[in-house]
């Protein structure tokens, strides 16, 4: 019989923001802070964390609405910031020392948070992780539609972006399936056959609607931001980071992680060769592992 218990709720931080979360787990099982991609929610961590696997190595997995996505309020401005909520999430919950997990566009968030608060850090784990687009060369084989649109991110907030990510947004809420078929489309074959299992299409579309229920700011802010170089230095992180990435990935292309893994000390990448963007999370027992294990 599972142990697992769940709460999903929202806290109210002192400056009168709403922050959601979702915990799962055994409630004395190691505490696991999850961060999810662009577009997502909180419930992202149910693709990543299934049930049997959170009984299996003893996580709690906290997961975070980032802001602008699910229930937690918008919050324009740097990763240093934004991550604020993650600790504000663990305060509220009495968590003092936590791993964290950073899905795509979450992984310059949570490496952002590690340089921030070293002291609550224990590890890093980072899925298809997202880096700053600032470097040219790193990303070329991004998807062209991505590559077109980062011109006008550097922009600044326009009209024009905002009527873009309103646009993303309906449709997402319309059918996420659909909104996601062109980025979808470049997927390995076995990947594509992980999506098409009726469990994963569920907390996919689920994910995917409660992103965007409440408005289109979470992917506009997360946009801006994602251009800009990190606002710390990454070098300073001191806690062991472990990456999981395809080598064919062009949501977020592997030279452009590399970059910045190459900057860390205590490192280690698993490339998956052949698989593309949703390679790292179709081995949850992998990064339960990579949460949960012993350094010296």
Known sequence: MSSTTVIEDVIVAPSGRKIGFLARGPIS?????????APGS????????PDAVLDRFG?????VDRPGYGNTDPLPGSRVERVQDVLEVADALGIDRFALVGVSCGGSNVLTLA??????????VLLCGQMPYD???????????QLAGLPFLRQGRSQLIERMCEQTRTAHLVDPVAAFAEGTATLSAREKAW???????????ADMQEAFRASAEGIIDDGLTMVRPFEVDVSTVSC?????????????PLPNLRRVLDQLNDVQLFVLEGLNHFGSIMYPDLVAMLCTEQTS
Do not use: C, K, M, N
Request: aromatic share 8%; net charge neutral; glycine share 4%.
């Open 29 to 37: 099982g190691r505490v696991v802070l999850h961060l999810h991609g």
């Open 42 to 49: 909180r419930r992202e961590q149910l693709l990543v964390f």
């Open 59 to 63: 996580i709690r997995a906290v997961s």
């Open 115 to 124: 340089a921030v608060v070293p002291r609550r850090v224990d590890r890093v």
């Open 135 to 145: 470097d040219e060369d790193a990303i070329v084989t991004l998807q062209p539609a």
């Open 195 to 205: 999506y098409a299992q009726p469990w994963v299409r569920d907390a996919f579309v």
């Open 240 to 252: 062991p980071v472990r990456a999981v990435h395809g080598s064919a990935d062009d949501w977020e």
